[in-house]
């Protein structure tokens, strides 16, 4: 499982909206909301392909400025996993 943290910006108050539809989301969580216009959220996949395909459709909503990856947690991804052994 791979859990990825994210800085989200929207236009200014529009993050509630934005925070709505990305809840809606498989393996999304949002976390903090912040002045309205930040949001810090987490996905949860099985693989980093899954985790970016989920982060990219984020770029679907209006409001949404800018999508930034904060943080990557491996835990059981596959690919990785393969990595490391074969080290």
Known sequence: MIISGLYVETVPGKAEDAAKELGKMKGV???????NHKIILTIEADTVDQSYK?????????????????YNHFEEEPNYLEAVISQ
């Open 29 to 35: 969580e949002i976390h903090h909301i912040e002045k």
């Open 54 to 70: 989920i982060s990219d459709t984020f770029k679907q909503i209006p409001s949404i400025l800018l999508v930034c990856l904060v």
